[in-house]
């Protein structure tokens, strides 16, 4: 048990489906992140927020959309997407440097 | 810019084998020093870290000593258990950018 909760924890959607991952903490850290996990590929960054703004958007399609509503909360909200989407969406916090892992949303797109 | 190479998987070890999994880093300035370890099914834990140079940092048995000369941080442990399988990763904070930089990740299986 880190003290970051997501859910919910697996999730299969269709590729017209909009769906939200929810991530949440408290551990009264200042700073959330949202990874991809996806087989044989090395764990990839997908956004960052830092006191609620979003200091990073790597690249990702517009398909993902984030959500910070306040230090605690994390969404992921999802519409259209593809099979190619299907992972594991991990999301963390932290204060400084050490981050703390949630256990994940198994997503599968069909 | 800083990166993290750590050796390829999967490595199959007996119970009670000695256990090594490389992990050397690029960076610069004086980075912290992660591993973390995700069990099957589950998101990432951190395992040890160490914040300068020649800290060693331990665990459930583990231990990496952070090595400034050799850019190093190699996780060990004595004699692993059927419940040490998981993927390991080494992971570096500061350096360059403030970002948490993960190497690829290393899959453990330990046969009984």
């Known amino acids: 048990e880190t003290g970051v909760t997501q859910t919910p924890r697996h999730l299969v959607m269709g590729m017209t489906n909009k769906k939200s991952l929810k991530c949440e903490q408290h551990?009264?850290?200042?700073?959330m992140y949202w990874y991809k996990q996806s087989a044989k590929k090395p764990l990839e960054l997908m956004f960052v927020y830092s006191l609620e703004e979003r200091v990073e958007n790597n690249s990702v399609p517009s398909r993902f959309s984030p959500e910070c509503p306040n230090s605690s909360h994390l969404f992921l909200h999802l519409h259209t997407l593809q099979p190619e989407d299907s992972a594991l969406y991990l999301c963390a916090s932290s204060r400084t440097g050490e981050q703390f892992f949630g256990p994940g949303t198994r997503l599968t797109v069909l | 810019g800083d990166s993290v190479t750590q050796m390829e998987g999967p490595v199959t070890l007996s119970e009670e084998a000695f256990l090594t999994i490389n992990c050397t880093y690029t960076?610069?300035?004086?980075?912290?020093l992660f591993w973390y370890v995700q069990y099957p099914g589950e998101g990432l834990q951190l395992l040890l870290k160490?914040?300068?140079?020649?800290d060693k940092g331990s665990n459930k048995g583990f231990e990496a000593t952070y090595r400034k000369e050799t850019t190093s941080f190699h996780l060990e442990k004595g004699s692993v258990q059927v419940s040490d399988s998981a993927v390991y990763f080494c992971a570096l904070y500061g350096g360059a950018t403030n970002k948490l930089i993960f190497g690829t990740g290393t899959l453990l299986a330990v046969q009984p």
């Open positions: 551990l009264g850290h200042n700073a």
């Open positions: 160490a914040t300068k140079a020649d």
């Open positions: 960076a610069t300035g004086y980075p912290s």
